[in-house]
């Protein structure tokens, strides 16, 4: 598939090839699962999925624990055990909230979702003015990211494909028959232009990308995290709003839609560093909210200022 932009998906023979047998299995069960068992069970299953993989997933248990350990080095050794525990029974459910958000119907998903705060995306829908939605590796994004089409404000999805065809085919039809559209993640001229004539971009500032188009700021604890610039060099070229945003999971199973802060006026947008480190502090927020449901399986911290120094030697 060589669109830049995914909104229109071409089945094709190919896929019905026997080596995709699986894939196609695999997404049927789920989607009969998800659409088969009422909402508690299925969020008692997840968390039991996500159990059975803190048991084998040994090497990610070290790198969440590890993770928390760095983000909060005054937090009590139980409390740091107790939430890698809830962290993996969230990224356990994340399986089956995918299904949910894929192939629930309309009707179905609205159950589940509250309208806390959404002013500021409203405000500037009505302005005409392109947003720049930051919003994190939450657990439940798949949730996030539909809820806000359902919501009435679809918005475009930065996107990696998926290697296996099927699963890319799936993938893609899952996040965009419901309003959403993908765009290549390489594609930052696309990015600028849809920010530019008034849209929404989906963007995710807070995960490790590496060295290119990077600086070294605060992130919790640590002083000198890899930080992404292209918060900045989307705002700076396009001119749009920036808001933050979030969907996390409360007491009662709902997922909590939020995004009412707009930080662009005081956006330090030709400034990469200081805009960094201003973005982190937004980001810190958001997954304060419920970090227990952010992605701490991720090494946040591999990618090291000094290049001598070498790659991951936090985590060993």
Known sequence: MNKKEYDKLEFSLSLLHPKYWSIWLGFGLLALIVNL???????????????????????????????????FPDKPEKEIRELVRENFKNTGMAVI??????????????????????????????????????????LNLEITARAFAVLGQPGYGVYRPHNNAVYNFIQIWGRTHNGNTLVDRK???????????????????????????????P?????????????????????????????????????????NTSIEEDYPQKDEKAAAAYMNKYVE????????????????????????????????
């Open 37 to 71: 068992l009422p909402y508690r069970l299925l969020l008692s299953l997840g968390h039991k999925l996500g159990l059975l993989g803190m048991r084998f997933g040994k090497s990610r248990v070290h790198v969440a624990t590890r993770n928390i350990e760095l983000a």
């Open 97 to 138: 909230e995918m299904g949910i958000t894929w192939f629930w119907p309309t009707w179905r998903f609205k159950t589940l979702l509250v309208d806390k705060n959404t002013e500021a995306l409203r405000k500037h829908d009505k302005d005409g003015k392109g947003v720049l939605l930051c919003c994190v590796h939450a």
């Open 187 to 217: 594609d930052v001229k696309q990015m600028i232009r849809i920010l530019r004539k008034g849209a929404r971009l989906f963007y995710l500032p807070d995960h490790d990308y590496g060295r290119n188009k990077s600086v070294f700021v």
């Open 219 to 259: 992130f919790f604890a640590i002083e000198d995290a890899c930080t992404t610039t292209g918060t900045s060099i989307l705002a700076y070229t396009s001119k749009c709003a920036i808001v933050t945003g979030s969907g996390f999971k409360n007491a009662d199973g709902k997922y909590e839609i939020i995004a």
């Open 285 to 316: 927020e958001i997954i304060l909210r419920a970090p227990e449901q952010w992605m701490w399986l991720h090494k946040r911290y591999k990618t090291m200022e000094d290049e001598s120094v070498e790659r991951g030697i936090r985590y060993k």
